[in-house]
């Protein structure tokens, strides 16, 4: 079974730029989020999807940030314009179900550097 | 919200035994993982404990007790491929909440 897919994986860019993330999850999975994770920390939960529905984006910094789920399946995130405190590593996951028992799978992650 | 706390860093030798602690405030609860995150990698699940009690897999095993708001990573055997950053992380309402990691660091 392939697993969580995102590209690119290392970005580096100035601030005030633009750059965006791809991810693919596993197939069949409905649940789809996206983390950030800056160093020395946990991943903190940026956005959530149910299918192409967005059932959780609490902590999205949305002057800045946005994604979008079309189809319900790949995803992107965007972040324009991005400042110097964005640089980390964005995961996404996946996952059956948004129910609490689910693991979630995770790809191997994009590393921004914005300088 | 969720409040986790785990210690920032933990060292042990080869072949021994050490325990990741975590601690937890949540408004809701359905759940408590543990990931395995080496450096520059995706994390990996590890174990899931939703009742109170020991969960054992293989040289890792993990225990949770609901009314104490706490959890422990066990690892046995110690091998240094374990080396890497431990997550706990509390499920409860749809999300999961992570804690900052905790580093273990395997010595020969």
């Known amino acids: 079974e392939a697993g969580v897919a995102q590209s690119p994986r290392y970005k580096i860019i100035e601030k005030r730029q633009s750059v965006a993330f791809w991810c693919n999850p596993i197939s069949g999975h409905a649940t789809l989020y996206w983390y950030q994770q800056i160093l020395g920390q946990g991943p903190k939960l940026l956005i959530q999807f149910q299918n192409n529905g967005v059932v959780d984006d609490s902590q999205l910094p949305k002057d800045r940030f946005s994604a979008e789920r079309l189809k319900g399946v790949d995803s992107t995130l965007k972040i324009q314009p991005a400042k110097l405190e964005d640089s980390a590593v964005y995961l996404c996951a996946s996952s059956l179900s948004r129910q609490g028992a689910y693991e979630q799978y995770f790809g191997p992650g994009t590393r921004l550097t914005v300088t | 919200g969720q409040n986790i706390d785990q210690p920032t860093e933990m060292t042990a030798t080869e072949g021994a035994i050490v325990q990741i602690n975590c601690t937890y405030q949540t408004s809701g609860f359905n759940g408590l993982f543990w990931y395995q995150q080496h450096a520059g990698e995706a994390p990996t699940f590890l174990s899931y404990?939703?009742?109170?009690g020991l969960e054992e897999k293989g040289r890792f095993s993990s225990f949770l007790s609901r009314s104490k708001g706490y959890s422990y990573l066990l690892l046995k055997e110690l091998q240094m491929k374990d080396s890497a950053s431990y997550l706990c992380?509390?499920?409860?309402?749809?999300?999961?909440?992570f804690g900052a990691g905790t580093t273990v660091t395997v010595r020969a």
């Open positions: 992380a509390v499920s409860g309402d749809y999300k999961l909440s």
């Open positions: 404990n939703v009742l109170d």
